[in-house]
């Protein structure tokens, strides 16, 4: 770099800082501090909820062929662990909901599963579901 680009550059850099400090706008200060808000939280779980599904579903009736056709197969058994004991019946067709409150949120508080035995034409074995 020449020695004259050197003198304008150590020129030039300095003006622009001072001509920053006065032209541009200063920021304004808060005229009172900002305090920080009292509020209260609470830690208490809320309940928990959950839906079993129900019976299999099956679509076009047992062999297929019937369009539109939309049903239920049989029951599916729940199977609910709990911690405070919620009873449900052994058996369901349709989906049931299940709810727990407790004071600790953890995975035994309420779990629930289903299972069904299926024979059909088109559709055999075992069809099980975690309740969500």
């Known amino acids: 770099m020449s020695l004259v680009w050197r003198g304008i550059l150590a020129l030039l850099l300095p003006g622009l800082v001072v001509s920053g400090f006065l032209l541009l706008p200063r920021a304004e200060t808060l005229a009172e501090p900002a305090s920080a808000k009292e509020f209260e939280v609470s830690v208490d779980p809320q309940q928990l909820q959950i839906v079993c599904p129900g019976a299999l ?23 609910v662990n709990s911690q ?22 953890s995975t035994e508080l309420l779990s629930a599963v289903q299972s069904q035995a299926i ?5 055999a074995g075992l069809a099980a ?3 969500e």
């Open 57 to 79: 579903v099956e679509v076009s009736g047992e062999d297929g062929t019937q369009l539109g056709l939309v049903e239920r197969v049989g029951e599916a058994s729940l199977r």
């Open 84 to 105: 405070d004991g919620i009873t449900r019946p052994p058996t369901t067709r349709d989906s049931v909901p299940l709810e727990a409150a407790g004071t600790e949120q």
């Open 119 to 123: 024979s059909r034409q088109r559709a």
């Open 129 to 131: 579901t975690f309740c």
